[in-house]
């Protein structure tokens, strides 16, 4: 084979809802050449400098005083400050430099189109974003390492719900504005713990590449926009291409604030499908971590219900819901690796939902009025969603306890590797 043939289709794509939507969806045969992988793998070795050095910095100063400067940057710009620290004005020069592509309108069409589905755009976001994204076992690494998906894989749900709340609210991707600054301060904890794994000694770097590097950006980057927008329609909404192309910008411009690199910065929901088959073919083999990571994940699902009898049940039935979704869209074959129990029962439950949702969205688009007010009804229903998620755990916006963690200790010579 010659680095300009195309490649085989990678395991991810051949079976499940993935294998369907890419022949309904993708546009046309967008295998990618070795070339192309092999400049993809590039990026692999790559980080984020801009957010390293602030990191640097944050720790150079007294506890606290980095983290509150950077805050106040974030939500009033860098020109608030009174003599910054040249790692605060570097990187804040550049992410206030907003790119000529960005166009606040779409932004917030794309945002719309998301608020539209209410809470049930969250389904993708849990059952194929993260739960798909742990099949990419070198990214699973820096979750591993700081224990923080594993042993609190229900907050970490929460506040990554929070945080796609927040960046998907019409208007809050203005310069200060609160999504804006959550996608800063996330850029910010990925330093933080790309920090953290570098200093231990038992980081593998051959095997896991740069720990929180680019490519794993950018293929988180596509799991909350691609995978989401494939997710909705397998779901049975029907978003209108100008609508898929809004969301496509709006996190086209969130991955840019949040550090990918412009070359992986996906400008169509054609190149999306693109980058996603190299991702595909280059990241999504699983491993025992990628085990351990779904079945917390299904553990945070169960624990939602709350305390009780009528908790337990809600619980159960929110789990088997959760995992139907993901075994449908994932295919046995990773389903069953990563131990999502098979409920025929829930699975089909869910079918007949998606055919009720396709049918009902049918119907919006033909009567008038009836998009702007399922908008408004959606608005109603997460603004309430996060509300019981700020019962169930505390909001921290400023992500203070990720910022603040120590690195882990360095590891003696001959001692056990992570995972």
Same mark, same amino acid.
């Given at each position: 084979?010659?680095?300009?043939?195309?490649?085989?289709?990678?395991?991810?794509?051949?079976?499940?809802?993935?294998?369907?939507?890419?022949?309904?969806?993708?546009?046309?045969?967008?295998?990618?050449?070795?070339?192309?992988?092999?400049?993809?793998?590039?990026?692999?070795?790559?980080?984020?400098?801009?957010?390293?050095?602030?990191?640097?910095?944050?720790?150079?100063?007294?506890?606290?005083?980095?983290?509150?400067?950077?805050?106040?940057?974030?939500?009033?710009?860098?020109?608030?400050?009174?003599?910054?620290?040249?790692?605060?004005?570097?990187?804040?020069?550049?992410?206030?430099?907003?790119?000529?592509?960005?166009?606040?309108?779409?932004?917030?069409?794309?945002?719309?189109?998301?608020?539209?589905?209410?809470?049930?755009?969250?389904?993708?976001?849990?059952?194929?974003?993260?739960?798909?994204?742990?099949?990419?076992?070198?990214?699973?690494?820096?979750?591993?390492?700081?224990?923080?998906?594993?042993?609190?894989?229900?907050?970490?749900?929460?506040?990554?719900?929070?945080?796609?709340?927040? $960046?998907? /609210?019409? +208007?809050? %991707?203005?310069?200060?504005?609160?999504? #804006?600054?959550?996608?800063? !301060? *996330?850029?910010? @904890?990925?330093?933080?713990?790309?920090?953290?794994?570098?200093?231990?000694?038992?980081?593998?770097?051959?095997?896991?590449?740069?720990?929180?590097?680019? $490519?794993? /950006?950018? +293929?988180? %980057?596509?799991?909350?926009?691609?995978? #989401?927008?494939?997710?909705? !329609? *397998?779901?049975? @909404?029907?978003?209108?291409?100008?609508?898929?192309?809004?969301?496509?910008?709006?996190?086209?411009?969130?991955?840019?604030?949040?550090?990918?690199?412009?070359?992986?910065?996906?400008?169509?929901?054609?190149?999306?499908?693109?980058?996603?088959?190299?991702?595909?073919?280059?990241?999504? @083999?699983?491993?025992?971590?990628?085990?351990?990571?779904?079945?917390?994940?299904?553990?945070?699902?169960?624990?939602?219900?709350?305390?009780?009898?009528?908790?337990?049940?809600?619980?159960?039935?929110?789990?088997?819901?959760?995992?139907?979704?993901?075994?449908?869209?994932?295919?046995?074959?990773?389903?069953?690796?990563?131990?999502?129990?098979?409920?025929?029962?829930?699975?089909?439950?869910?079918?007949?939902?998606?055919?009720?949702?396709?049918?009902?969205?049918?119907?919006?688009?033909?009567?008038?009025?009836?998009?702007?007010?399922?908008?408004?009804?959606?608005?109603?229903?997460?603004?309430?969603?996060?509300?019981?998620?700020?019962?169930?755990?505390?909001?921290?916006?400023?992500?203070?306890?990720?910022?603040?963690?120590?690195?882990?200790?360095?590891?003696?010579?001959?001692?056990?590797?992570?995972?």
């Amino acid at each position: 084979m010659t680095a300009d043939e195309r490649l085989p289709d990678p395991e991810l794509l051949r079976e499940g809802g993935f294998r369907v939507a890419t022949r309904l969806f993708a546009p046309g045969d967008i295998r990618g050449t070795e070339r192309q992988r092999r400049r993809l793998r590039e990026f692999a070795q790559a980080e984020d400098p801009l957010a390293d050095a602030v990191v640097a910095m944050e720790r150079r100063l007294p506890r606290g005083e980095g983290r509150a400067l950077f805050d106040r940057a974030a939500e009033h710009g860098i020109d608030s400050l009174d003599d910054p620290p040249v790692e605060l004005v570097d990187f804040f020069r550049s992410v206030e430099a907003t790119p000529y592509w960005v166009d606040p309108q779409r932004l917030d069409r794309g945002a719309r189109a998301i608020v539209r589905t209410g809470v049930l755009s969250l389904f993708p976001l849990g059952d194929m974003a993260l739960m798909g994204g742990y099949l990419a076992s070198r990214a699973t690494k820096p979750l591993v390492g700081t224990g923080a998906i594993e042993h609190a894989a229900a907050r970490r749900l929460v506040e990554t719900t929070q945080w796609w709340l927040d $960046v998907t /609210t019409p +208007g809050s %991707l203005r310069v200060g504005a609160t999504g #804006y600054a959550s996608a800063l !301060r *996330v850029r910010l @904890v990925h330093a933080h713990v790309r920090a953290a794994m570098n200093s231990r000694d038992d980081w593998d770097y051959e095997s896991w590449d740069r720990p929180i590097n680019q $490519v794993q /950006t950018a +293929g988180t %980057l596509l799991l909350f926009s691609l995978v #989401y927008v494939m997710g909705m !329609r *397998v779901l049975g @909404v029907r978003y209108s291409e100008a609508e898929r192309a809004d969301i496509m910008h709006l996190w086209r411009y969130v991955g840019w604030l949040v550090g990918v690199d412009d070359e992986l910065l996906p400008a169509t929901e054609d190149d999306a499908w693109r980058l996603l088959w190299l991702l595909a073919v280059t990241e999504f @083999v699983p491993d025992a971590d990628s085990q351990r990571l779904a079945a917390a994940l299904l553990r945070s699902h169960a624990e939602v219900g709350g305390d009780g009898p009528l908790g337990g049940l809600l619980g159960e039935l929110s789990a088997r819901v959760h995992g139907s979704i993901s075994r449908l869209v994932l295919g046995r074959t990773n389903s069953d690796f990563l131990g999502i129990p098979n409920d025929p029962v829930a699975q089909a439950a869910v079918l007949t939902a998606a055919a009720g949702n396709f049918a009902a969205e049918t119907v919006r688009r033909r009567l008038p009025g009836a998009t702007w007010a399922q908008e408004r009804l959606g608005a109603v229903a997460r603004r309430r969603y996060a509300e019981q998620l700020g019962r169930l755990v505390p909001p921290d916006p400023t992500y203070a306890r990720h910022r603040a963690a120590p690195s882990p200790p360095r590891q003696e010579a001959g001692a056990g590797r992570l995972g």
